[in-house]
């Protein structure tokens, strides 16, 4: 079976510019998280989706964070514009349903703002 | 305010003796609570978990104890490995609160070093 997929592995960019980061969760699963994990801490929930609705967005920086999940099955994260305290790495993570007890994370994608 | 503390953020220990991770709470309403291991440039993957009706839960060489009056729950692998060294994180979830379910609450995370 498959794991999550995240693309691009690594991004630099300079600050005040965007960014689109890009998940395809394991086949069937429903539920979809992003989650942001800056150094020395552990993953911070960002948005829950389940299929193509938005469950939990309550932690998204909205004036600068986007995210979408058109047709319930991959996913996109955005920010514009990027500061320096975006840098982190965004986990994308997935499980077969709201309620299912633990999640399945993809390998992340490091983003270095400069 | 963290709901989900790790005050080590390392642990090192020879191969084939105990390593025992520490993880509190603060949220009466956690009842299911999970430990991820996580490599270098890996992402963090399930490990272990146990529910907030049990106090104990084992997997071949890793156990979890829960604390519930302490809000204390521990992690034991026994005998550790090398291959055991990584990023232990403790996560929690509530159950019951409605859409949020499966919304992990993560500790800063056990860094483990096991010495041949």
């Known amino acids: 079976e498959a794991g999550v997929a995240q693309s691009p592995r690594y991004k630099i960019i300079e600050k005040r510019q965007s960014v689109a980061f890009w998940c395809n969760p394991i086949?069937?699963?429903?539920?979809l998280y992003w989650y942001q994990q800056i150094l020395g801490q552990g993953p911070k929930l960002l948005i829950q989706f389940q299929n193509n609705g938005v469950v939990d967005d309550s932690q998204l920086p909205k004036d600068r964070f986007s995210a979408e999940r058109l047709k319930g099955v991959d996913s996109t994260l955005k920010i514009q514009p990027a500061k320096l305290e975006d840098s982190a790495v965004y986990l994308c993570a997935s499980s077969p349903f709201v309620g299912y007890t633990e999640a399945f994370f993809g390998q992340g994608t490091r983003l270095t703002v400069v | 305010d963290q709901q989900v503390k790790q005050n080590s953020p390392s642990l090192s220990v020879q191969e084939g003796r105990i390593s025992i991770l520490n993880c509190d709470y603060t949220?009466?309403?956690?009842?299911?609570f999970l430990w991820y291991k996580k490599y270098p440039a890996e992402g963090p993957t399930f490990l272990i978990s146990?529910?907030?009706?049990?106090d104990k839960n084992e997997d071949g060489r890793f156990t979890v104890f829960l604390n519930k009056s302490a809000k204390h729950l521990s992690l034991h692998i026994v005998p550790s490995q090398p291959g055991d060294s990584a990023v232990y994180f403790c996560?929690?979830?509530?159950?019951?609160?409605?859409?949020?379910?499966?919304?992990?609450?993560f500790g800063k995370g056990t860094k483990l070093s096991v010495k041949p």
């Open positions: 996560a929690a979830n509530d159950m019951n609160y409605g859409g949020s379910q499966g919304n992990l609450i």
């Open positions: 949220n009466s309403m956690f009842d299911y």
């Open positions: 086949s069937g699963h429903a539920t």
């Open positions: 146990i529910s907030s009706i049990k």
